[in-house]
């Protein structure tokens, strides 16, 4: 018991290895906020608008990309620190882990320096496209010299900020080891180290829930009003770090300006002459909800014995403007965030991981708040999850509603969020508090793995041979009873809802869905009481004509950037596109058309052809060359202005 005791009291002693490691880290994190402030006041001119109360946010919030870039940066340094060996406290032993932990974190504020003022030619945070970027520069050295040459106060500021380390770390010290018994050493050393590599995690990846991704450099958005605040919420290091994985989007050239512009161009120029209808827009997106489980779509499936799963929406399809062929961009809920709300497709790496997820985007939030209307995003989900409050808020919405607002924890399910049947009746409650017009989005939790149903429900909803089919027949009953709210309220028949998922399930039960078309085949309609429309025609529809066709229904007047196209203009030809297993695939007509981003690879009639059995690229090489030609533009264009940062119609203008 005295060596307990005496191993307690150690733990509140500044001698203490484990108090050590701690200060030390927390060293190296007071310096990342100290460059944070001087990188604010090294590029003042960029941050305008920037006042003092959303200066302290931005430095709270970056608190957390610190930690992670602290952590991963000393990961070294910290092994060597608690793995439970005596070497530890050997005189040779410490001083090369002062070295490490010197040299490391000086090179990683270097990095973080350089940014102060490289950050004036590309307005975002280093990624490790850099490499790629002056990989081919014969003289960087030179370079290099002359840069520190022109910006000495800078470097000056790094040296200031390495004598710190120095100083600040000469200061902590440690001894020992506290306990002599051989056993508790031991014992407690490897107590120490598990606890230190859970910590370890969940600091590294911003979060300890399971339902929170690692954080990247999008969940910045979530502590900031404007796109270019981003940056100061991000340090160098953990922006390189993060990025080194993914893959990086590089311009390519296909065609000339000019030449790409007349076959596929982003910036709608709208000639609409009607007068703006202020109309109230909501758009639910649904959980990993495939085409295949709505009956409607699936009609002589299964020898005409397939029913489906969601009666209430085969009703509300009938009366709505639906699509026989409506397909997802992406197979992530993170890849239906840009794409629904702001017509950004993913390519090759989902949009909100990518270098670029800090560019300046519109959104039907952004573009829709300047017409007056309130925006709000809900998600039952732990705030935080996903990272799409951070979306949410790089995408313009006035607020966010989640797990934390709803304030009841007895509708939680557990895993993923608050049950869809009362977060939905919560949505509509809120709705009717908001001021005319108002644009929202609601995004689904229920049909997740692991598919499990509220308590007194389970025998309610039988499903199919697929577990996952009772979670849709539940979310299907708790959007009928959403909308049976929704008619009583004032706001209802000036409304237009467009219902989508974000990607198509997993779980597969009819045999035709097992496919490049199938995966990623997903209901998208659009529903106004008292405009019934005709049900499902036999056209192509996908999320990032969504934009598009909300702002046309709309009769928005002003130019804006979108990938889609306008779905109710009969003029223009329907089109999808997706990316699948390094294939780029876009369905135009009857045909699919696949090309690896050098070569084609496959045309198939696919409304026939459900099996995609017959490449008919030899067969229709016109079409082969069409259809290609169409999808190269279409990458250009996207590659192209991501790394343009031409997103908007500003920065179209700016990069023309």
């Not at 952590?71 to 005189?91: A, D, T």
């Not at 007056?372 to 808020?393: E, I, L, Q, R, V």
Request: hydrophobic share 40%; glycine share 6%; aromatic share 18%.
């Amino acid at each position: 018991m005295t060596d307990l005791k005496k191993y307690a009291d150690g733990l509140r002693w500044r001698g203490n290895i484990y108090v050590a490691l701690v200060l030390s880290l927390l060293l190296v994190m007071a310096l990342y906020s100290v460059s944070r402030v001087a990188f604010y006041f090294f590029n003042t001119s960029f941050f305008p608008d920037l006042t003092w109360s959303r200066l302290f946010i931005i430095m709270k919030g970056g608190l957390r990309f610190d930690l992670s870039a602290t952590l991963y940066s000393n990961s070294l340094f910290i092994l060597l620190m608690i793995v439970p060996l005596p070497i530890r406290f050997n005189p040779v032993y410490q001083k090369t882990l002062k070295w490490i932990f010197l040299i490391v974190n000086s090179i990683a504020l270097a990095i973080n320096t350089i940014d102060f003022i490289y950050y004036r030619f590309t307005l975002r945070r280093t990624t490790l496209t850099v490499i790629d970027q002056f990989k081919n520069e014969e003289n960087l050295g030179k370079l290099s010299l002359r840069f520190l040459w022109d910006y000495w106060y800078a470097l000056l500021f790094w040296i200031f900020l390495v004598a710190l380390l120095y100083t600040g770390f000469r200061l902590i010290k440690y001894s020992g080891p506290q306990l002599k018994n051989r056993y508790k050493f031991y014992g407690f050393g490897l107590a120490a180290m598990l606890l230190s590599i859970y910590l370890f995690v969940g600091g590294a990846r911003g979060g300890f829930r399971g339902s929170t991704r690692p954080i990247t450099l999008s969940n910045a958005a979530a502590y900031t009003e404007t796109p270019n605040e981003i940056a100061l919420v991000l340090n160098t290091p953990f922006a390189l770090m993060r990025t080194a994985k993914a893959n990086v989007i590089k311009k390519v050239h296909y065609f000339s300006d000019a030449e790409v512009s007349k076959i596929f161009n982003p910036v709608f120029m709208s000639g609409d002459t009607g007068t703006f209808r202020k109309d109230n827009v909501v758009i639910i997106i649904l959980e990993s909800f495939s085409k295949e489980f709505v009956g409607i779509y699936n009609q002589g499936a299964e020898q005409g014995q397939y029913k489906g799963y969601t009666p209430f929406l085969d009703s509300l399809i009938s009366v709505s403007h639906g699509y026989r062929y409506s397909l997802a961009n992406g197979r992530k809920s993170i890849d239906a965030m840009p794409s629904v709300i702001c017509s950004i497709p993913s390519i090759e790496v989902p949009y909100i991981l990518s270098h670029y997820s800090g560019n300046k985007i519109n959104s039907l939030a952004s573009l829709l708040k300047p017409e007056g209307y309130y925006t709000a995003f809900f998600h039952g989900a732990p705030n935080g999850s996903m990272g799409f409050d951070a979306f949410a808020n790089m995408a313009g919405f006035d607020h966010y509603f989640g797990k934390t607002e709803y304030d009841n924890d007895k509708d939680f399910d557990g895993n993923w969020g608050i049950w869809d049947e009362p977060f939905l009746q919560f949505f509509a409650n809120k709705m009717n508090t908001f001021q005319q017009p108002f644009f929202t989005t609601f995004f689904t939790v229920s049909s997740h793995h692991p598919y499990n149903l509220p308590d007194g429900y389970e025998n309610k909803f039988k499903g199919g041979p697929k577990l996952v089919h009772r979670t849709i027949e539940y979310t299907d009953y708790a959007l009928r009873k959403f909308f049976n709210k929704a008619r009583t309220m004032p706001w209802f028949e000036h409304t237009l809802f467009v219902i989508t998922a974000d990607h198509a399930s997993a779980e597969i039960q009819l045999p035709e869905y097992n496919s490049a078309w199938g995966y990623f085949s997903i209901p998208i309609f659009f529903y106004h009481p008292g405009q019934h429309g005709s049900g499902l025609t036999n056209e192509i529809v996908q999320q990032i004509d969504i934009m598009p066709s909300v702002l046309s229904y709309l009769h928005y007047h002003k130019p804006f950037v979108a990938f889609g196209h306008n779905s109710f203009q009969p003029s223009t030809v329907p089109v999808a596109f997706n990316y699948l297993e390094n294939t780029f695939q876009v369905f135009r007509g009857n045909y699919l058309f696949q090309f690896d981003g050098k070569n084609p690879k496959a045309l198939y009639a696919f409304k026939k052809d459900k099996y995609l059995k017959n490449n008919l690229m030899g067969e229709l090489p016109d079409t082969t060359r069409s259809m290609e030609n169409y999808l190269k533009a279409f990458i250009q264009q996207y590659n192209n202005r991501m790394v343009d940062n031409a997103l908007t119609v500003e920065g179209s203008q700016i990069h023309q």
